[in-house]
């Protein structure tokens, strides 16, 4: 503060940085820890913009001193006492004062006209007529008080109204100079007692009113309350005895009890480098905790960018899980069980197969229906089997990665309430089962198309003519889902026949290396497809995720800009 | 209601039948909804259970009553005007209070009260002492006489261990008087904290404005109306607010007064746990809805479908379907060709699904092939291949989802996972079910009479055959031809011949389509049988264990607003 004008501006500017890196942060995830760390932000944004950044701008500004202190302490009467008029309203229901009223010398006015101080409140002038609630600040000009200072008569900071202590916080922060208030019933009240020790650690210059205290107990109770104050490190903090008398006929304290308190204070409006030494503790004390409190933010949103990567990773991993379900089922030779083999040993024992290889009537209608759809038919119930089989397959791991993702989601931080607000997560798109179906037609197409491109290069068209294009895929396709690993007992010789006689056929036409070749390539193309899809799936997640996510460097930018204030102080 | 109005006849009793009541009814509902209800309810909640076995264990007919409030407002200065000594230290240092002081009124020993309540400062007025000791206050109407006084340490004090100390009492204490003044009434501490966290113990708080000697007269009734809209923006209903002067004595009759109702009603204690039951049931009441999802006794279509599916009652079907034509054809076929059938395999022994009766008592007498598959104990139907095992979990999964509508996030995982049977018992109770079903029905009438007509046919062919060729031979031998009998131009025998292979022929042709709708009457009939065992065990194994998890949601409800009653 006694360096020179450049590197106040230095500073300055270093502070605006923060400030504007602290505004635009975020914390919009929901995690425990969230509620603190916003109430923090708020504070800490209140904090630039209300104290340090004007005090910074304009160090020769008046001193603010805020009274402050616990409901019917008297901060109220004490004000209309120390300038001698009835600038803010007294009375015996709590909590009285809710709209601040600051006074300030009638010259010094333009301090305090403007949103230098105080952006967030809006001002209001004349005399304390109604209340017009937290949102505004009152200005009062009085002669009484000397130039160089003003005072800011607070709500209170632990009434049942709760917009009356966030303000009252918000105000403290704001001040050059705490004159805080309380009484010989409430010196050792522990929401007061929190308050002074977050002073007595920032820094901030203390002075102590203690209030409404019998005559008789003052000794006993100001060596008290000294000790505590000592306790908590605050030792230079001056204490003011108020006796409890009987107030005079306007409300106000007998000239006497307050003497001491104004002596003090007009002497320091007048000193100065008195002035210059509380501001410089105090706003070196706010600096010195700007380091710490944008830690603590910093820290929240690796918090939040850390609950971030948890959500994404479940969601991935459920869906990774389920590609893996799909490829597992796919090639473990299962998904020949059951009515595909029943359809197989069918199409087989009852010589439907070579009914329907040979029969030149099959040939003819196999031909004229892909001529005429352009799209291959199933070939008949083996076909229908092998189709929902897949279909099912791929649509039950979807289903269940949905639900597996939305119950990781409920037990990690901050996914029950994102959620709540997309509860659609829990279960699979609406349309996948539709979308299910044209991935496998369309593979199926694929499997099709796979096989007349290997018929044309191999010159076996005819014979592939001969058993008829769609019957080929079809054994194309058996034999890409078959290899008998899950099978058990007798069906292992039964599938294993499947795919032995499948393979034999595909052999006779395409040759063994071939066969394995295009086996592998349809189940690889399958599994790509699913992965896409389920890679769209996935997406929903990832959506609901990105509205609430919190940028990775916005930490790195808060601890740079808090850095920087630091270098430059 | 309340014990601490005036009038016994205000009082309503709350019998220790009716508390115990209560509290069985809290634990039940902790029983019923176990897992399903937060943990720290829970925890509250069996505290509460365990509180309430510990204080009505205690003999004597003690009536615990804690003065509470913030430092100096007095607390201990009340304590001193209520006991008639001074007991309690008071001080203008703050805090005064740092360890709770009882005052155990009359003759009847506490010690056992006070030993669970661990207040070690303990002060005993002698019966009936309180008044006739102090004459100077004139006789004071009701005895303390089975009070038990308690002086608490400050609950807004800077040390924390006060703080903590005064909790743990006010935990398990019968009636609270909480103690406050006109510069502390509105504080954030004793309405946030404490009102508002005991509204359900209304019918056991007194809140007091002391230290009315500080105000007017005037001041005093409107600081007193504030404190009363305050407590009602807590939630507190009808609370009762006493203004007090400890330093004139102003209004401590008043207290004294409610006091001695509460002690007089003996039944404060009783009061104080039922708030407790009332506030913890409450608590836990937000861990269950307000209704159940209704529903229906049997499984739906979807499910019954995708489980007959799993458990190959398609193919089951198709088999009897195929085996009754195989039959159909051997019993109603051509006899000249019928023989070519038997060569084929019989679809249901392939899968060890064997007709029954029949064909078993012929091999064992004795034994039927039922016996056999019991004893073997599985068909060898194939296992349910992923894509019916997937559908079954889909149809599962949404009776789950149906089941848990509206339901809180631990009571619909609870259905889900009750829906959704782990492990291969689903797929042991379906095929049970399937072997379970007689796939056996009687074998119909058109059979015999077909049969016979063929047989008859094929007799009469056959008769026509020899006929023709004891003809055939009469004549290459040369013998005289006996008269053949004609029907028109065409001879008998050869009628014979040609009508029996012909009508056979047709008759095998007609029955084959007979058979045709036949089994595919016989297949829907199987198919019926077989989806009422599957929907059996889905009503068994899905929908049985959904609405049990149901009825324990149910229950739970309705205990806790038993408990809350």
Redesign the interface.
Known sequence: MSGSGAEDNVLLHAVSALRSQVANSTLPLEIPQTQTAKTHREALLHQLDDYVLPRLSSLDAPLLAVIGG????GKSTLVNSVVDAEVSRSG????TTTTPVLVHHPRERRWFEGDRILPGLSRLTGAASGDAGPGSVRLVASAALPPGMALLDAPDI?????AN?ALASQLLAAADLWLFVT?????????P?GLLREASDRGTAVAIVLD?V?P??MT??RA?LASMLREQGLATAPIFGIPETSLTPEGRLPEGAVTRLKSWLSALASDARARASIVKQTLGGALDSLDSRTGELVEASEHQHRAAQALRGASEEAYAAALEGVAH?ITDG??L??????RWQEFV?TGEFFKQVESAVARMRDRLTAAVKGAPAPSGDLGEALQ??????I???A??AA?TAA?AW?SEPGG?PLLAEHPELA?ASPGLAQDIDRLVRDWQGEVLDLVRSEGRDRRTTARIAAYGVNGIGVILMLVAFAHTGGL?G??VGIAGGTAVLAQKVLEAIFGDQAVREMAAKARKRLLERVEELYAAERARFDKALAGVEVDSAQATRLADAAAAVKAVR | MSPVLMGSKQVKGLTAEELAGRSESLAGALEQGDGQLDGEHRAAGLEVIEKVRARTALRGGHTVVALAGATGSGKSSLFNLLVGEDVAPVGARRPTTARPTAAVFGGESATELLDWLAVGQRHHVPAAGGSDRDGGRGAVPGTLDGLVLLDLPDFDSRVVEHRREAERILALVDVFVWVTDPQKYADARLHDDYLRALTTHNTVTVVVLNQTDRLERDAVKQVRADLVRLAELDGMKGLQVLTTSARTGEGVDDLRLRVAAAVAGQNASRHRLAADIRAVAGRLRSDVADSEPVLGESADDELVDALSRAAGIPTVVSAVERDYRQEALSRTGWPFTRWVRALRPDPLKRLRLDKGDKDGAKALPGVTAADVRSALGRSSLPPATPAARAAVDLATRRVGERAGEGLPPRWSDAVADAATPAGPDLGDALDQAVMRTPLRARDPLWWTVVGWAQNILALLSVVGLVWLVVLGVIGWLQLPEPGTPRVGPLPVPFLLLVGGLLLGWLLALVSRSFARTGARRRAELIQRRLRDSVAGVAAERIVAPVREVLRRHRTTREQLDRARA
């Open positions: 616990s409901t019917g302490a015996i229901l709590r909590p632990d009434s049942v109204v709760s202590r009484t010989a019933a409430r010196y050792a009240d522990a929401v007692w409404r019998p008789e107990a006993e109770i008290h089922g299962t998904l069980r059951g009515e595909v083999l029943a024992g929902t089989g897949v279909a099912a397959l649509s039950a791991q289903e269940s639900t119950r409920r029950a279960k058990v007798a069906e």
